[in-house]
């Protein structure tokens, strides 16, 4: 289980799947229910980055 534990510490999924030897996809597929606890911090970075820029409109 320390997969679950890499993840829930904020370490990137790329970064555990490489150390894993699976992919992404996979190691996802078989953890995602597992990670939990870093919303609020996700929330703090987003909002601390401020607002996003609106996308180029085409045409405009």
């Given at each position: 289980?320390?997969?679950?534990?890499?993840?829930?510490?904020?370490?990137?999924?790329?970064?555990?799947?490489?150390?894993?030897?699976?992919s992404?996809?996979?190691?996802?597929?078989?953890?995602?229910r597992?990670?939990?606890?870093?919303?609020?911090?996700?929330?703090?970075?987003?909002?601390?980055?401020?607002?996003?820029?609106?996308?180029?409109?085409?045409?405009?």
């Amino acid at each position: 289980m320390e997969k679950a534990h890499w993840l829930n510490a904020g370490v990137p999924a790329a970064d555990v799947a490489e150390w894993a030897g699976n992919s992404v996809p996979v190691l996802l597929a078989a953890y995602a229910r597992c990670i939990n606890g870093q919303l609020d911090d996700l929330k703090q970075r987003i909002e601390s980055a401020g607002e996003l820029p609106d996308p180029a409109v085409p045409g405009a």
